[in-house]
């Protein structure tokens, strides 16, 4: 991996985001252990945070793989269909936008 440098790029970009996933997860549960008034904030972010980093570790992994990671002999496509159902399991992406949308507008009201 070392030698290709597209995968080293893809690695980095999935580190990044699954990091900022778990940081939103970390404020989502903060949020919730304080019944924080940002809880729908929190929650939001963390959700839209975490389809989004599975949804696109779970997609380079089969493209790093190429056409071995979609066959039953790599594990790669389980991930894969594993990321579209849970990202429409408690609601799909762009209902947890739409709600981030709403408790960003809501405190900037306050």
């Known amino acids: 991996i070392a030698s290709y440098q597209a995968i080293k790029h893809k690695l980095a970009n999935a580190y990044i985001k699954n990091t900022l996933a778990r940081s939103n997860c970390y ?3 903060w949020a919730l252990n304080t019944e924080a008034g940002e809880l729908p904030l929190a929650a939001a972010t963390a959700r839209v945070g975490a389809i989004q980093a599975y949804y696109y570790a779970s997609k380079e992994n089969v493209q790093t793989h190429g056409g071995m ?3 039953w002999e790599f594990d790669c ?3 894969y269909r594993r990321a579209k159902l849970l ?5 799909s992406e762009g209902f947890w936008q739409d ?4 408790a960003v507008e809501q405190s900037n009201v306050a």
Do not use: D, H, K, P
Request: hydrophobic share 40%; aromatic share 22%.
């Open 77 to 79: 496509q389980f991930y």
């Open 69 to 71: 990671g979609f066959t």
């Open 99 to 102: 709600r981030l949308i709403q």
């Open 27 to 29: 404020y989502g549960a």
């Open 87 to 91: 990202s429409v399991n408690l609601g």
